[in-house]
């Protein structure tokens, strides 16, 4: 099972270690991230993160994702919805408001 790993520069967190494929919020909760989830469908922006860094690119923005974010952070192509997120490459997230 491969797995990559998860950080959150600037925060007392951990870094975590998640299978590749599995949804972001399905393994991050209130205990092992600071990242908080709400709707977990990509409509409510509480999950919203700055991608500080990643090793290999994300997956691109899903078709809801981008225009969620186009309009909540028009030009920030850095910031993606951690409940649309597939663990895919190692990457520091960091916790971010649109
Ligand atoms: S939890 Fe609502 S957009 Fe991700």
Redesign the pocket.
């Known amino acids: 099972m491969k797995t990559c790993r998860v950080e959150f520069p600037g925060t007392s967190k951990p870094a975590v270690d998640l299978e590749v494929g599995v949804n972001l919020?399905e393994n991050l909760t209130i205990h092992n991230s600071p990242i908080?989830?709400?709707?977990?469908?990509?409509?409510?922006?509480?999950?919203?993160v700055e991608v500080v860094s990643a090793d290999d690119p994300l997956p691109e923005r899903t078709f809801d994702e981008a225009q969620?974010l186009e309009a909540m952070a028009p030009g920030q192509d850095s910031v993606r919805?951690?409940?649309?997120i597939r663990i895919s490459t190692n990457m520091k997230l960091r916790k971010t408001q649109v």
């Open positions: 919020s908080l989830f709400g709707c977990r469908i990509g409509i409510c922006g509480t999950c919203a969620f919805l951690a409940c649309q």
